[in-house]
């Protein structure tokens, strides 16, 4: 668990005698939860708090999680959309983990604030991705979801017009970039891995000569999280998907989840949001978080399982991740 993670509060639901509870077995996905890039998001908010006092701003939550967002707000942390709502009082300002449109570093150069961006490593090689094949003249095709803040970003690294949005499969069959243009294409990092293959052949089969990525786009976080719920989904009965609605990763893994086989799949925020009743009469249950949630509100979900049944815990590991990303120089010793 993270060092900044809080303990889980107490489930207030009283617990059924030992004697009386049931055997529910639980699939606990391996990875879940946190992954590198949330991380190091949610440190550069609590170094900048240390070293700087609050209040200090982000623009757009951190990461979609209002548990997270919430944590930092009681240590000083004051969220904003826009940076007009932000005074010009010195305090520093925190781009979140899903990347920003140039225009917004450079609307805070322009007001002298000084700001860190928190932007994930991997939306960021994205960000380079889009622009060197912008200065060769391609047009870019982006795959992803339209109004979310990675794709705003995305799109906002190159002048309007440049990228052209493709949200699923039939969008792909009828795209009609600008004529006699050469294309590329790149992908939000938090995708479904299988839409998103059937999305790229589509492309590919229209546009054979279209440049693709040197690497895969989908994050490493992402394709191991939808990989342990594959694993998991055909051997349970129920899929808990601890997340919020907003994240993205974390939709994916509920879709996932039925779509490999699991006949229902649920999102919760937090333990206290789980109606144990849901897994009457279920022999076992999955358990998965997106890459935004701490591992404390899975904590949260077991317990609020154990005041209904005597549970058996297994791990399902598909990968082991072990990547971490440094800090911005400014919060460098």
Do not use: W
């Given at each position: 668990?993270?060092?900044?993670?809080?303990?889980?509060?107490?489930?207030?639901?009283?617990?059924?005698?030992?004697?009386?509870?049931p055997?529910l077995?639980?699939?606990?996905?391996?990875?879940?939860?946190?992954?590198?890039?949330?991380?190091?998001?949610?440190?550069?908010?609590e170094?900048?708090?240390?070293?700087?006092?609050?209040?200090?701003?982000?623009?757009?939550?951190?990461?979609?999680?209002?548990?997270?967002?919430?944590?930092?707000?009681?240590?000083?942390?004051?969220?904003v959309?826009?940076?007009?709502?932000?005074?010009?009082?010195?305090?520093?300002?925190?781009?979140?983990?899903?990347?920003?449109?140039?225009?917004?570093?450079?609307?805070?150069q322009?007001r002298?604030?000084?700001?860190?961006?928190?932007?994930?490593?991997?939306?960021s090689?994205?960000?380079?991705?889009?622009?060197?094949?912008?200065?060769?003249?391609?047009?870019?095709?982006l795959?992803?979801?339209?109004?979310?803040?990675?794709?705003?970003?995305t799109?906002?690294?190159?002048?309007?017009?440049?990228?052209?949005?493709v949200?699923?499969?039939a969008?792909?069959r009828?795209?009609?970039?600008?004529?006699?243009?050469?294309?590329?294409?790149?992908?939000q990092?938090?995708?479904?891995?299988?839409?998103?293959?059937?999305?790229?052949?589509?492309?590919q089969?229209?546009?054979?000569?279209?440049?693709?990525?040197?690497?895969?786009?989908?994050?490493?976080?992402t394709?191991?999280r939808?990989?342990?719920?594959?694993?998991?989904?055909?051997?349970?009965?129920?899929?808990?998907?601890?997340?919020?609605?907003?994240?993205?990763?974390?939709?994916?893994?509920?879709?996932?989840?039925?779509?490999?086989?699991?006949?229902?799949?649920i999102?919760?925020?937090r333990?206290?949001?789980?109606?144990?009743?849901?897994?009457?009469?279920?022999?076992?249950?999955?358990?998965?978080?997106?890459?935004?949630?701490?591992?404390v509100?899975?904590?949260?979900?077991?317990?609020?399982?154990?005041?209904?049944?005597?549970?058996?815990?297994?791990?399902?590991?598909?990968?082991?991740?072990?990547i971490?990303?440094?800090?911005?120089a400014?919060?460098?010793?």
């Amino acid at each position: 668990m993270p060092a900044h993670a809080p303990l889980s509060p107490p489930v207030t639901d009283r617990p059924a005698t030992a004697a009386a509870r049931p055997p529910l077995t639980v699939l606990l996905a391996g990875p879940r939860g946190f992954c590198a890039g949330v991380d190091r998001a949610i440190k550069i908010v609590e170094e900048a708090l240390i070293r700087r006092g609050a209040p200090v701003y982000v623009r757009h939550e951190i990461v979609h999680n209002r548990f997270v967002v919430e944590r930092l707000e009681a240590l000083g942390a004051v969220f904003v959309e826009e940076l007009s709502e932000i005074p010009d009082d010195g305090q520093p300002v925190v781009f979140s983990a899903h990347g920003v449109p140039k225009s917004v570093p450079a609307e805070a150069q322009r007001r002298e604030m000084f700001f860190l961006d928190a932007t994930c490593p991997l939306v960021s090689k994205v960000h380079r991705e889009v622009e060197r094949h912008s200065a060769t003249g391609r047009h870019i095709l982006l795959i992803g979801h339209a109004g979310h803040p990675e794709v705003v970003g995305t799109m906002g690294q190159l002048p309007a017009g440049s990228v052209t949005l493709v949200e699923d499969a039939a969008q792909a069959r009828t795209v009609q970039p600008p004529a006699g243009v050469p294309l590329a294409f790149t992908t939000q990092t938090t995708l479904s891995v299988d839409d998103t293959v059937e999305i790229v052949a589509i492309l590919q089969d229209r546009f054979p000569d279209i440049s693709s990525p040197t690497k895969e786009d989908i994050c490493y976080a992402t394709t191991n999280r939808q990989a342990a719920v594959k694993a998991i989904a055909p051997r349970v009965e129920l899929m808990i998907v601890v997340g919020a609605p907003n994240s993205s990763n974390s939709v994916r893994l509920r879709e996932v989840a039925e779509r490999a086989g699991c006949a229902r799949a649920i999102m919760v925020q937090r333990g206290r949001d789980l109606d144990p009743a849901l897994a009457e009469g279920v022999a076992s249950v999955g358990v998965t978080a997106g890459a935004s949630a701490p591992e404390v509100l899975v904590d949260e979900v077991l317990d609020r399982l154990r005041t209904r049944f005597d549970l058996k815990i297994e791990e399902v590991v598909v990968a082991r991740e072990n990547i971490t990303f440094k800090l911005p120089a400014a919060l460098k010793d």
